[in-house]
């Protein structure tokens, strides 16, 4: 499984971006999806994930209300809608997918198998 994920780059805090990240097999055939995030000296941390065949989300607190992830199957991509972006956003922001991750572990970069490349968002003051 591959993941291609864009959409990163450079924003003025209270600014929107939207990372998509697409899938080399079909989204509908992964039990979740995820973005996490990591910033320099900080250790990987996960930011909201979805099951593409139920539609079923998972939000960190910090990003609820602002973020939104959702999914287009038939193009086998999933989308991090990104509102009211804040310094602190800033990090390199990782699409993960997994085949066989449980509810409890959605949450867990450990459960995930297939990871994308970073895209880096910057959220300047």
């Known amino acids: 499984v591959q993941l291609q994920a864009s959409g990163g780059g450079l924003v003025q805090a209270g600014g929107s971006l939207r990372l998509s990240c697409t899938a080399s097999v079909r989204t509908a055939s992964t039990r979740g999806m995820g973005w996490f995030r990591q910033a320099p000296g900080k250790e990987r941390e996960f930011v909201v994930a979805?099951?593409?065949?139920?539609?079923?989300?998972y939000y960190a607190d910090s990003v609820k209300g602002r973020f939104i992830i959702s999914r287009d199957n038939a193009k086998n991509t999933v989308y991090l809608q990104m509102n009211s972006l804040k310094p602190e956003d800033t990090a390199v922001y990782y699409c993960a997918a997994s085949q066989r991750v449980i509810q409890s572990a959605i949450r867990d970069p450990k459960a995930y198998e297939y990871w994308g490349q970073g895209t880096q968002v910057t959220v300047s003051s």
């Open positions: 979805i099951k593409p065949s139920s539609g079923h989300t």
